[in-house]
């Protein structure tokens, strides 16, 4: 069963920068498709951005669009988020998730099992 961890969240002031990691166990990372996704204060869950298993191919929410940049390393079976020029709004839970099948699909973000995520807040 695929696992999952993320970490690296923090609260940072508005314009500041944070990368948040999420590892990635129970099955080869590489046959993955990855992306993050996150959860504001009383709001669903949201895409946020996704990269295809061998990293050649990314694409971004417009929310987060040149400001956030996705990333993995295959051999630490790792995806990453770089998060700049940060806002308020960006405050929220950040979760990461896998499709091996699908890399259209992981837009939708219809997964049953995910991790426990990582805060990020960002202060005005």
């Known amino acids: 069963q695929v696992q999952l961890a993320e970490s690296g969240g923090g609260s940072v002031q508005a314009g500041g920068s944070l990368k948040l990691s999420c590892e990635f166990s129970?099955?080869?990372?590489?046959?993955?498709?990855m992306g993050w996704y996150r959860q504001p204060p009383g709001k669903e869950r949201e895409f946020v951005a996704a990269?295809?298993?061998?990293?050649?191919?990314?694409y971004y929410a417009d929310s987060v669009r040149f400001r956030f940049f996705i990333s993995r390393d295959n051999a630490k079976n790792t995806v990453y988020l770089q998060m700049n020029s940060l806002k308020p709004e960006d405050t929220a839970v950040y979760y990461c998730n896998g499709d091996q099948t699908s890399y259209d699909a992981l837009e939708r973000g219809e997964y049953a099992y995910w991790g426990q995520g990582t805060q990020v807040t960002v202060s005005s």
């Open positions: 990269i295809s298993s061998a990293g050649g191919s990314k």
């Open positions: 129970g099955r080869t990372f590489s046959n993955y498709h």
